[in-house]
């Protein structure tokens, strides 16, 4: 898998942030902001995939759809092809939108109720004038023949198809612009188990066939460690650990990291019996209001005095790690 | 589909011989009769007059009797003569039904068009100021009667601005010209409409801001479409389904507002003749008139359900 994967940055998000503001009273006064992504940075390298784990509610969808400037950016910037995608204006970001896509969690709400299938699929190829008009027709019936649905029902509605061949049709609209970047959002978590690894195949197929960079939204951690190369963990609206993906589900080095994996059962009910447990107490803080110092602190068993005062950076720690040259970040002071 | 249609006519055959008894049960049991309401008692052998005028009528006859003359008349397509006037009834209301027709069109267009617009306006405009004095206005426009309504439009554009006629389908003594009827058509359909105005607002406002959280919406975003397209193509079309619905239920209440209005502003049409038969007891008219209404209601539905289907392809029926 990493034969494919360049050191090359295809875009680079810095310091991103997105609060949504709180508003109250008779004049809508703004009182404070849910900070639901608060300063991330991570590149996602030409051609591989990156995972993005954590819990629900951490700010990883929102990351998703800050970089494609699907939501307002508060602040922060998304450099990709040499444009910063927080500043273009619409008419700039329109045009970039046929670079990257999304696939959406939900295959039943995404997809156009009252559109055909090749009318979904082609309308991203009109849209932006990909192709000649006779062709474009061609075009959609070879994208669903690429992602394995029958090409003849292409007159057919969403309603139609199982969710399977649902997202099916939502990853042929997403790779319809010939896009070099796909966020995918929770692309199976709204799937049946038994369609979820046909899915993921897809996807690691079409990856390799296409020359795709993924971006992999999820909290399925056996879904990400299956499929990702690299592997970035979010707590709270920040980044916690970040590296390749061996090193980061073999030697966590993050205490946030350490307890998600550890929530991942084990097939083997013998191993399943005496696997250990990091079980965290308390609840996720509220992103309106959250700790000082590290954000995880309250509920982190190494927590110390410096851990409540200084937010810990996410620093390289592979120099430490003897089994791996690749950098692993992690922001933990105990690390 | 034809299957369906069929079998939607084949039902309702029920409902409508279900409806007439009732109906006509009901209106012989008010008290008087066309007779009574014809001949003053105080006419000389009035005794002998009135029952002379009922045996002409049929009136003295049982009442189960009287309904199966009706039915007998119907099934020859024949809706019987009017007590008061004598004339045929399918007669008077074919010329009545244009006026109120066009009344119920002009309500209805002026509903939908400014409805649909302030209430995706309202939609996209989410918690603005002007989103909520739309709201403001859709709740006093559901809540004021449509009578009240017509009186306030009299008092204020006939009797104080003097811009409108009050009353009437054309100015009398004049010959009959569209411009004057369109005149005198203003005030009632707007007092009809704009309680229709505020109800569509907020049907379409609701739906609009239901779709606008769509992931397909999102997905048209993300594939580049401008913002126009993203509105026009996605959210309205998807928006709209619910609407149609809403404009069709609100066709027999239209048809039933209109009586009101009618009667408000001496507007002669079917609405005005009903009230007229009801005070008469001029049991065939007001037989007429339910019969009519009946049947609206029916295709009313009907025809909602079946633009249901031709809008939403996840609506089949078979």
Redesign the interface.
């Given at each position: 898998m990493n034969s494919l994967v360049g050191s090359e940055a295809l875009i680079q998000v810095r310091d991103l942030k997105v609060h949504f503001p709180i508003r109250r009273g008779l004049l809508?006064r703004q009182v404070g902001a849910v900070r639901a992504v608060d300063g991330v940075s991570f590149d996602v390298r030409r051609g591989e995939t990156l995972g993005l784990v954590g819990e629900s509610g951490c700010g990883k969808s929102t990351t998703g759809?800050a970089m494609?400037r699907?939501l307002d950016v508060t602040s922060g910037s998304i450099i990709f092809k040499d444009h910063d995608l927080a500043s273009l204006d619409?008419t700039e970001l329109?045009?970039s939108?046929?670079h990257m896509?999304?696939v959406?969690?939900?295959p039943y709400?995404?997809?156009?109720?009252?559109m055909?299938v090749g009318s979904i699929i082609i309308?991203?190829l009109n849209?932006?004038k990909i192709g000649a008009p006779g062709e474009r027709r061609e075009r959609t019936q070879e994208l669903m023949k690429l992602v394995g649905l029958n090409p003849s029902f292409i007159n057919r509605?969403p309603?139609e198809f199982s969710g399977g061949q649902r997202q099916r049709i939502?990853i042929a609209?997403a790779l319809a612009?010939n896009p070099s970047l796909i966020v995918a959002d929770e692309p199976i978590s709204a799937l049946d188990v038994s369609i979820q690894a046909q899915v993921v195949n897809l996807m690691a197929d079409l990856r390799k066939d296409l020359g795709l960079t993924f971006l992999m939204i999820s909290h399925d951690l056996s879904m990400v460690r299956y499929i990702s190369d690299r592997v970035a963990v979010m707590y709270l609206g920040r980044i916690v650990e970040l590296g390749d993906r061996d090193p980061v589900f073999d030697t966590p080095r993050h205490p946030y990291t350490r307890a998600l994996l550890s929530a991942i059962p084990t097939p083997n009910p013998k191993l399943e019996r005496t696997r250990k447990r990091i079980i965290l107490q308390g609840d996720v803080p509220n992103p309106s209001n959250p700790p000082a110092g590290c954000h995880f602190h309250p509920r982190c068993p190494l927590a110390t005095s410096i851990c409540k005062e200084a937010a810990p950076l996410l620093r390289n720690l592979s120099s430490t790690v003897s089994q791996s040259d690749t950098p692993h970040f992690a922001a933990c002071h105990h690390a | 589909m034809f299957n369906y249609i069929l079998r939607r006519l084949l039902v309702s055959i029920p409902i409508l011989i279900g409806i007439t008894v009732i109906v006509f049960f009901i209106a012989s049991q008010m008290p008087g009769d066309a007779v009574l309401a014809m001949i003053s008692t105080d006419t000389p052998q009035a005794e002998d007059l009135v029952k002379l005028r009922r045996g002409q009528l049929g009136l003295d006859l049982p009442i189960y009797e009287q309904y199966g003359r009706w039915v007998g008349q119907l099934l020859h397509g024949n809706l019987g003569f009017s007590f008061q006037s004598g004339e045929s009834v399918i007669s008077v209301i074919a010329a009545r039904l244009p006026a109120t027709l066009e009344l119920m069109g002009v309500a209805l267009i002026i509903a939908i068009i400014l409805g649909v617009f302030l209430g995706v306006v309202s939609a996209l405009k989410q918690y603005s100021w002007l989103d909520y004095s739309f709201t403001f206005f859709g709740f006093a426009g559901i809540s004021i009667p449509d009578f009240f309504l017509g009186m306030v439009l009299v008092y204020v554009f006939s009797i104080e601005l003097g811009l409108l006629p009050s009353s009437g389908i054309s100015t009398a003594g004049n010959a009959f010209s569209l411009s004057d009827n369109l005149r005198h058509l203003i005030l009632p359909a707007f007092a009809l409409g704009l309680a229709r105005t505020a109800s569509f607002m907020r049907y379409t406002r609701a739906s609009v801001l239901e779709v606008m959280n769509n992931d397909y919406v999102r997905t048209a975003r993300a594939k580049g479409l401008g913002e126009r397209l993203v509105t026009t193509r996605h959210i309205l079309r998807n928006a709209l389904i619910p609407v149609v619905t809403v404009i069709g239920i609100t066709l027999p209440t239209l048809f039933g507002g209109a009586v009101i209005i009618e009667v408000i502003f001496q507007w002669a049409g079917i609405g005005l003749m009903f009230i007229n038969a009801v005070t008469g007891r001029d049991s065939p008219v007001i037989m007429g008139y339910v019969l009519l209404s009946a049947v609206i209601v029916l295709a009313s539905n009907l025809i909602t359900d079946i633009m249901y289907s031709v809008l939403d392809p996840r609506i089949r029926y078979d």
């Open positions: 809508k759809l494609l699907l619409q329109r045009e939108r046929r896509q999304m959406f969690q939900d709400s995404s997809l156009n109720p009252r055909t309308e991203p849209v932006h509605y309603h939502g609209r612009t | -």
